[in-house]
T-cell receptor, first 108, second 113 residues
């Protein structure tokens, strides 16, 4: 079992739609969680950290469920510019573990 | 513009050749990292350096070496390239180590034939 698993997608959604991605992690001792965004053939960039209480940044909401060992990312009112690969990242044992990413395609 | 610069951006290399990927940052971050990204796999850590003068092995270090002579530069060397090292390589830095935000370079696309 992979340490961090994501549905690779692609998720094809129309503009304005709400879309959610889940990411599961295997190590219950995981301490910190992040979502990174990676545009096609570009470098990853931090989208947001994920806090235990959940957090929101504009149209983006991240949540953590420690009991079920998953984190989620919700994107409301999708824009064409949201099209990218979203990487789930988990920190434990002094290392970062990256998921393989979920592809989102927003279409007009 | 502050950030991380990688070179070359793309390279085709014959198997058995030696290759050094360069990485320079101007943010004065202590921690630097080299990752490789392959289709269907997450970014995997090759080597890291928590501060100038120190380096450590990551998840997939075999066939690679690094050095950290100063804060700004963190080159990655493939001593004798093999086709399985065909990948996209990202250099990254962080002010706070792996618990903080990682800033990535634009990547170096390496093809070993």
């Amino acid at each position: 079992r992979k340490e961090v698993e994501q549905d690779p997608g692609p998720f094809n959604v129309p503009e304005g739609a709400t879309v959610a991605f889940n990411c599961t992690y295997s190590n219950s001792a995981s301490q910190s969680f992040f979502w990174y965004r990676q545009d096609c053939r570009k470098e990853p960039k931090l989208l947001m950290s994920v806090y235990s209480s959940g957090n929101e940044d504009g149209r983006f909401t991240a949540q953590l469920n420690r009991a079920s060992q998953y984190i989620s990312l919700l994107i409301r009112d999708s824009k064409l510019s949201d099209s990218a690969t979203y990487l789930c990242v988990v920190f434990y044992g002094n290392k970062l573990v990256f998921g393989a990413g979920t592809i989102l395609r927003v279409k007009s | 513009i502050a950030g991380i610069t990688q070179a070359p951006t793309s390279q085709i290399l014959a198997a058995g050749r030696r290759m050094t990927l360069r990485c320079t940052q101007d943010m004065r971050h202590n921690a630097m990292y080299w990752y490789r990204q392959d289709l269907g796999l997450g970014l995997r850590l090759i080597h890291y350096s928590n501060t100038a003068g120190t380096t450590g092995k990551g998840e997939v270090p075999d066939g690679y070496s690094v050095s950290r002579a100063n804060t700004d530069d963190f080159p990655l060397t493939l001593a004798s390239a093999v086709p399985s090292q065909t990948s996209v390589y990202f250099c990254a830095s962080s002010e706070q180590g792996v618990t903080g935000e990682l800033f990535f370079g634009e990547g170096s696309r390496l093809t070993v034939l």
